[in-house]
């Protein structure tokens, strides 16, 4: 069994536990599992089956992702197609994206396209947990 391991950094604020359960909502994810702290699912990369478990070990304001990926053979791209699946993972449901120029991203509370976040969308943020 090969290992490898290795850590990202999502755009804050990030909640893995928020993110696994809009995952797991879709009906292409019914394997997904989220046992309270990891994310863990089965990748196919290059047709080999790897498995990626995933724990945050920061808080939303910085948040560090730890991931850890076995299988019995690890393709060389590996890491590569990972964190390929995990930046589309945290944005899960990519149809309520708004485009802002070359960049995308999801819409906060209290904000208006193209615009610097509100003091309510913020505040309405810190009260959320957002």
């Not at 850590?7 to 989220?34: E, G, M, Q």
């Not at 089965?42 to 560090?64: E, K, Y």
Request: cysteine-free; overall charge positive.
């Amino acid at each position: 069994m090969q290992d490898l391991k290795f850590s990202l950094n999502p755009l804050p604020p990030f909640r893995l536990d928020l993110t696994a359960w809009a995952l797991r909502r879709r009906p292409i994810n019914a394997i997904d599992s989220w046992d309270g702290e990891a994310y863990s699912r089965v990748l196919a990369i290059n047709g080999l089956p790897v498995f990626i478990r995933i724990i945050q070990t920061r808080g939303l304001r910085s948040p560090l992702l730890q991931i850890n990926a076995m299988a019995d053979r690890l393709p060389l791209n590996a890491e590569q197609k990972i964190v390929e699946a995990v930046e589309r993972s945290e944005h899960p449901y990519p149809e309520i994206e708004i485009r802002n120029g070359a960049s995308s991203k999801l819409r906060r509370n209290g904000e208006r396209q193209g615009s610097e976040p509100t003091r309510i969308g913020m505040r309405n943020d810190a009260l959320t947990g957002k």
